[in-house]
């Protein structure tokens, strides 16, 4: 071997180390199953709210509302009509998608998982109440999210594109479509 050689596998070493040190500080997974949202009713959802952070860091707002005849409409930051087939994802992900443990945490132990001011918020407004979910940062080798229900001490690991539908952008809810 060759003093470059050599080199080259102390560095690879080194990060090596340092990567593990990183993730080792990282709070472990939790353990457990069951859906996120337990006592919620998709039927009785009124105002859905999804509060992201944009490519550019700058907060944005996706607000939806469902009329009296039952159709959605996104209000925020376009307007226009919502296909119920394309706002369904968004609603039943909570109950249907089977996340991971539950992990206590105090409020302030949420920023270790990525849930602070920063996370994905998602607002579900019913005629009886609100409830709001943040969906935080990827697990370690990027198993999970952590998430949370506000006002629960509990986070819980949910599905690596649990996020995803969350995150699409506004003009895809109101464009037509694609032909089959």
């Not at 472990?28 to 337990?38: D, E, N, S, T, V």
């Not at 707002?61 to 307007?79: C, D, K, Q, T």
């Not at 226009?80 to 992900?93: H, K, Q």
Request: glycine content about 8%; hydrophobic content about 40%; proline content about 10%.
């Amino acid at each position: 071997m060759n003093a470059r050689t050599t080199y080259a596998l102390l560095i690879l070493a080194a990060a090596l180390a340092a990567w593990l040190v990183y993730d080792l500080r990282k709070p472990p997974p939790p353990a457990g199953a069951g859906p996120l949202l337990r006592d919620y009713d998709i039927e009785r959802v009124t105002r859905l709210e999804i509060e992201r952070t944009g490519r550019d860091g700058a907060r944005e707002r996706l607000v939806f509302e469902r009329g009296p005849a039952g159709s959605w409409r996104i209000l925020e930051p376009v307007s226009g009509d919502v296909p119920s087939e394309r706002i369904a994802d968004l609603l039943e992900l909570p109950v249907l998608r089977i996340s991971g443990t539950v992990l206590e945490a105090g409020p302030d132990e949420l920023e270790a998982y990525g849930l602070g001011a920063s996370a994905l918020r998602v607002v579900f407004t019913a005629p009886d109440g609100v409830t709001a979910i943040r969906i935080g940062a990827r697990t370690s080798f990027q198993h999970g999210l952590y998430a949370c229900v506000e006002g629960r001490p509990e986070v819980t690991l949910v599905d690596p594109d649990f996020d995803q539908p969350y995150r699409r952008p506004a003009q895809a809810f109101t464009a037509a479509p694609n032909p089959p």
